[in-house]
């Protein structure tokens, strides 16, 4: 069926470099983004890349896609206090909807 | 700030109840989405509406109902309702009818059932 599987908490200080992983049960999507729930707050999409496309960097933001794996991974360079959030990577199927896994809880200690 | 709104912010009702959260997309947005995140299951897609009409179906109990206004607002009505209803409730907004486009998020309406 249609799943997204992300690991539920990340932990690093602040400085390093963060990656989460997200894994697909199918690889179908056009478009895998990231969006970024901070505390309290709704969803903001963060970046996206296409389906066609093996990395994008946007900033401090490198995404990574393997298709062949169903893997998509989103690195923070130089981890901020202000980076604590829950990231979700949604895929869209259909067209007609996204689904969302549960996220990863990424916690920056100073 | 997204653009969107929901009202109220929080809900408190007991079991067995009916609620309406409300939602009015981004200017010129005419799809609107509703979620519903707890903690067990993560972020759940609930329904869409475009300019109207209802266009995608996801994990909508047969308790839960929506529609979309001829304004474009949207409400979500819950009835029955029971303790795992209590959860955030997102609505979000769109340009297009399709799951392409970004979809910007409302601050949740936090529901709390007792």
């Known amino acids: 069926g249609e799943d997204v599987e992300q690991s539920l908490f990340l932990s690093v200080r602040e400085g390093d470099s963060s990656v989460i992983n997200c894994t697909y049960t199918d690889s179908s999507s056009t478009y895998l983004y990231w969006y970024k729930q901070e505390p309290g707050a709704g969803l903001q999409l963060l970046t996206y890349i296409f389906s066609n496309m093996d990395m994008k960097q946007d900033q401090r933001l490198t995404v990574l896609l393997n298709k062949k794996d169903k893997h998509l991974s989103l690195r923070i360079a130089d981890t901020q206090t202000g980076d604590s959030a829950i990231y979700f990577c949604p895929w869209n199927t259909g067209f007609q909807k996204l689904v969302f896994g549960t996220g990863t809880r990424l916690l920056v200690s100073p | 700030d997204s653009g969107v709104t929901q009202t109220p912010k929080h809900l408190i009702t007991a079991t067995g109840q009916r609620v309406t959260l409300r939602c009015s997309p981004r200017?010129?947005?005419?799809?609107v989405y509703w979620y519903q995140q707890s903690l067990d299951q993560g972020l759940q897609f609930l329904i869409q509406?475009?300019?109207?009409?209802?266009?995608a179906k996801g994990n909508i109990l047969e308790r839960f109902s929506a529609q979309q206004f001829p304004d474009l607002h949207s409400e979500l009505n819950l009835s029955s309702l029971e303790l795992g209803d209590s959860a955030l409730y997102f609505c979000a907004s769109s340009v297009g009818d399709s799951a392409i486009y970004e979809q910007y998020f409302g601050p949740g309406t936090r529901l709390t059932v007792t």
């Open positions: 200017s010129g947005d005419l799809s």
């Open positions: 509406y475009y300019n109207g009409e209802e266009r």
